[in-house]
């Protein structure tokens, strides 16, 4: 099992920008693609941006596409999402996973982002 803490989220107004960290445990962290997700009040979970192994892959979803960033430093176990141009609909709690056994087998405890208009 991987344990995975994020950091880095905040309030900040509507255009401003933050950057959230996921550390995670474990010496196989260079190994498995890596995600942000977010959920917002009353909405389903839903993919940000995932990263694969080496980081030379990025998925981004259509909402976020040209202001996030997604990167990873496999020397420090630590995935990042940089977020610029924020918008009050980014609000949402973000967690990081990790797709390490056959799907995103393992979660981390989430962060507020707050948005304001």
């Known amino acids: 099992q991987v344990q995975l803490v994020e950091s880095g989220g905040g309030l900040v107004q509507a255009g401003g920008s933050l950057r959230l960290s996921c550390a995670a445990s474990g010496r196989t962290f260079s190994s498995y693609a890596m995600g942000w997700f977010r959920q917002a009040p009353g909405k389903e979970r839903e993919v940000v941006a995932t990263?694969?192994?080496?980081?030379?892959?990025?998925y981004y979803a259509d909402s976020v596409k040209g202001r996030f960033t997604i990167s990873r430093d496999n020397a420090k176990n630590t995935v990042y999402l940089q977020m610029n141009s924020l918008k009050p609909e980014d609000t949402a709690v973000y967690y990081c996973?990790?797709?390490?056994?056959?799907?995103?087998?393992?979660w981390g405890q989430g962060t507020q982002v707050t948005v304001s208009s």
């Open positions: 990263i694969s192994w080496s980081g030379g892959s990025t």
């Open positions: 996973a990790a797709d390490r056994d056959q799907g995103w087998s393992d």
